[in-house]
């Protein structure tokens, strides 16, 4: 279904679906969006450019701006979420470029960050292979990318247990996440096959994919 809905264009959360996943990341993903950060920032050098792809209601890079001395930009379709994550950053005291964009048409100049990143998000775009060109094109020479997203391998009950374990959510909510999971975003994912294929279009120095719970990590470095 997601794969069909793809096709017809990019999938942007909007209005009332991006006010409830900014209160459910809120609820329930602060830890894993503290993880990717620090995942990003141990490739960052002082000061570095930062980008993250997609970010929603922006918490990854809340966290990210406070690791370190980092500019931090991200870039969203959602001109809904880019309100939202510019509320967050504000509350928090932290300062994110938060701007509305395309991932397949970054509006940046070739060689701009030190590190990129964007979770659970590269099975949305409508065109992922020209969104892996933009990130390999903005990114520095020797800097890092990481795409995190869903693994279409893993099992049901996999999910379940990270529904209740690592999301720690319960009853009539963890149902409808596990259904979300099984039936729209499982579905939607690419394997690290079908990744490894659609890297091979670019000169990379680094190129590495594994497991994680129920994701897919990409570490690419240009
Ligand atoms: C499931 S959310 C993930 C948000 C956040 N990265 C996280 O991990 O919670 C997917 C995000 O991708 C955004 N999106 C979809 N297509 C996009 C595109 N072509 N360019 C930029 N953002 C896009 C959606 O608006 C949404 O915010």
């Known amino acids: ?43 960052l050098p002082a000061n570095a450019a930062a980008l993250e792809i997609a970010p929603g209601p922006g918490y990854l890079s809340i966290a990210l701006s406070r690791m370190g001395n980092y500019h931090v930009t991200g870039l969203e379709l959602s001109q809904d979420f880019v309100d ?5 950053a504000h509350n928090a005291g932290v300062a994110v470029d938060f701007r509305q964009g395309n991932a397949a048409d970054l509006p940046f100049n070739t060689d701009s960050f030190d590190g ?14 020209k969104a892996l060109r933009e990130i390999h094109r903005v990114l520095k ?13 893993i099992t049901s009950p996999q999910i379940s247990h990270y529904v209740r374990d690592q999301m720690h959510m319960k009853g009539l909510p963890a149902l409808f996440m596990q259904v979300t999971f099984n039936y729209f975003l499982r579905k939607g994912a690419y394997s690290r096959d079908e990744l ?27």
């Open 84 to 88: 939202i994550a510019r509320r967050n």
């Open 141 to 153: 020479p020797g800097g890092t990318a990481l795409i995190i997203d869903m693994n279409p391998q």
């Open 196 to 222: 490894a294929v659609m890297l091979r279009e670019f000169p990379l120095r680094d190129c590495r994919i594994w497991e994680e719970d129920i994701t897919l990590h990409v570490k690419l470095t240009k």
């Open 1 to 43: 279904m997601m794969k069909s809905f793809r096709r017809s264009g990019d999938l942007a959360i909007t209005g009332a679906n991006a006010r409830w996943y900014d209160k459910n990341s809120r609820q329930t993903r602060l830890a894993e969006m503290e993880r990717y950060a620090k995942e990003l920032s141990v490739f």
């Open 116 to 129: 990129i990143i964007c979770t659970a998000a590269f099975k949305n775009f409508r065109e992922p292979t």
